[in-house]
């Protein structure tokens, strides 16, 4: 059994108050460390001799210049994927499939880097301008064919190198050619099977040792990571109207003995959060301070369950999908990785 580190029992507070580069964690025997092998043999299996380099780092990211990944130092620990989620209401790459999924993404951009794929025609014809600016929010289209599917959010249609991440990462599956039948984005696909296929046993143009942004390296105390995380994911939502919450919720005397409607949006607050970020890829913590903005309004409002909880269980799961969905419409969708 590892060794465990000097601070896996402290108490939250204690763990804020380290500096990142004091954690002193490492990919090996990590719980993240099968998850990069079979990531490695996936490339195996398709005769892909490039492999990613891998280092802990404050968030997941590939630099633009060093085909790597960065992978978030809280995935080096269980103590830590906790704290992440106390202070984030989840943990980004926690479970195997969803490591496995961005994992898959962030390599897309390493060779993209490694072979500089982004200067070929092609490439430009069928994604866009690698060069064109970042946004820092994008307005997606879930109802588009011309993007794949693989990380929540619609994040193919963040940026040109989003698009060609994605695209890369679905094609690193089977069955992608039946399941994009008949959608534009086949093209992508087929593109980039015909790119690995002349690549694969090549050598990269683009090499580099350089671990940018390693933990070792990061001076940051963890309080103030989750701090400025918190507030860049705490972002400008549209008010919640008190019309909405008055289809649910009465501060009529009639229903002065059914419970306070602050009480019963808590009581829905975790699953409510959950099931509206695996739907729409908003950040859990973003959608965690719309409903607490309900329940100080509806405290505000005194008001009180005003028809059967079954029905205002569905209303409400209903009002938190449709103003998130408003949000994303009004192009305030977050890029994130």
Known sequence: MPRQPYWAKFTDE????????????????????PRINQLYDELDAHEINFKPRCWFSSEWFSPDQTPGIAIPFYLAHERLMKLE?????????????????????ETGHAIDTAYQLRRRKRYRELFGRFGLPYPDTYKPNPNSRRFVFNLPGWYAQAHPAEDFAETFAVWMRPGW??????????????????????????????????????????????????REKKIYYADEWPDFYDRDLRRLFSAD????????????????????????????????????QVIRDMIDRCKELKFRLAQPASKARFEARMMVTVQTMNFLHLGRHRIAL
């Open 14 to 33: 204690q763990l804020l108050d380290l500096r990142m580069r004091d954690l002193r964690v490492a990919i090996p025997r990590s719980p993240v460390e």
């Open 177 to 226: 050619k039946s399941r994009y039948r008949g959608w534009h984005a086949i093209k992508k696909l087929e593109y980039i099977d015909e790119l690995m296929d002349e690549i694969h046993d090549q050598k990269p143009r683009v090499y580099s040792a350089t671990k940018t942004e390693s933990l070792p390296k990061v001076s940051k105390k963890l309080r103030d990571h989750y």
């Open 253 to 288: 005397k009639r229903y002065a003995n059914q419970p306070t409607a602050a009480s019963f949006l808590r009581s829905l607050r975790r699953e409510v959060r959950e099931e509206v970020a695996d739907w729409t890829g908003v950040h859990p913590y973003t959608i965690d």
């Open 85 to 105: 989620y106390k202070q984030m209401l989840s943990v980004e790459g926690g479970g195997r499939d969803e490591c496995l999924r961005i994992l898959r993404h």
